[in-house]
């Protein structure tokens, strides 16, 4: 009896122990023209948990906060939800505006890129309070034209892809651009890579590129049939991962041929820059732009 409890408790352990040590992977995704967020497990590419976008509620920057909460812009504005679907705070744009990004900084705040004259740039702390303000001008004159997705550099200053201008600025929290780059293609959003330089998804041009700012030099170009499986329509959101890999977020929404190419709306490539996993099933998953691994 009791060597039969000792074998019983040992599989106990050795069940725990798997369980523990086994890893599950969740993907935070939208996507422009999706009605809905969603968060899947990668593994089953099945959906865990969804909120639903209303009609016109262009989503393009999606992230979660250490606390567990889902932030998303939605063009009209930025939300913070809990995961039981509670609102925490609501940052509406003022009419002839956008906000299109939302992401979360490392002290925890939220960094808001509105569309407009002026473009302004916001952090938030988890009340909704607005703790820093960043205007300057694009020169574009059309809000959609401006930015999708910007971001904060290690400097404290803000990268922001300027879609309709083909550049990419260097702006400082006083509104003052340091820097500019003239790249090629319609620049949707932008990586750091450890090595210093960035990752660039170029939009409409169906390609990314890996480009040393500080001298505007283009290191790596990936172009649309770079990718074995793979046709690059609009190049959104590019996201690194941990081993040297990278998310590719392949939206379709400008091309009337995207769906009938068969080609995946989401991909990620390991380092050597072929595609490990992909999710390709426009049935039961929308347009994706935006994501966030979690």
């Known amino acids: 009896m009791k060597k039969r409890l000792v074998l019983l408790l040992m ?3 050795v069940a725990m122990y798997v369980m523990a040590e086994k890893k599950v992977d969740r993907l935070l995704l939208a996507g422009s023209g999706w009605n ?7 593994e089953t590419k099945k959906v865990e948990w969804e909120y639903p976008l209303e009609r016109g509620w262009e989503c393009n920057s999606v992230a979660m906060t250490p606390e ?6 939605y063009r009209r504005g930025a939300k913070l939800v809990t995961y039981d679907k509670q ?13 299109q990004t939302a992401k979360v900084l490392p002290n925890g705040n939220c960094l808001l ?8 740039l916001m952090e938030v702390n988890a009340k909704g309070e607005i703790v820093s303000q960043t205007e300057f001008e694009t020169k574009l004159e059309r809000p959609h034209s401006q930015f999708r997705q910007v971001t904060k550099n290690e400097q404290g200053n ?20 340091l820097h500019s780059v003239k790249i090629e293609g ?5 990586a750091p890579l450890p090595n210093g330089n960035w990752l660039v998804g170029c939009g409409d041009s169906h390609f990314y590129i890996e480009l040393n700012y500080k001298t505007g030099e283009v290191l790596r170009k990936v172009n649309a049939k770079d990718i074995d499986g793979v046709t690059l329509f609009f190049v959104a959101q ?16 400008h091309d009337k041929n995207a769906s009938e190419a068969n080609s995946p709306q989401l991909i990620e490539l390991d380092a050597s820059g072929k595609m490990v996993w992909n999710l390709n099933d426009n049935a039961s998953f929308g347009m994706i732009s935006a994501i966030c691994p979690l």
């Not at 890129?113 to 302004?120: D, E, L, M």
């Open 11 to 13: 599989t106990l352990f």
């Open 36 to 42: 809905k967020i969603v968060i899947i497990d990668k």
């Open 68 to 73: 567990g909460h889902i932030l998303f812009s």
């Open 87 to 99: 609102e925490i705070w609501n940052i509406e744009a003022p009419q002839g505006t956008e906000i």
């Open 113 to 120: 890129g509105r569309c407009g004259t002026p473009t302004v």
């Open 158 to 177: 803000y990268m922001i892809p300027l879609l309709g201008a083909s550049e990419i600025w260097e702006v400082s929290p006083a509104g003052k651009v």
């Open 186 to 190: 319609s620049p949707f959003g932008m």
């Open 238 to 253: 590019l996201q690194p991962t941990k081993d040297g890999g990278l998310y590719i977020c392949n939206w379709q929404g």
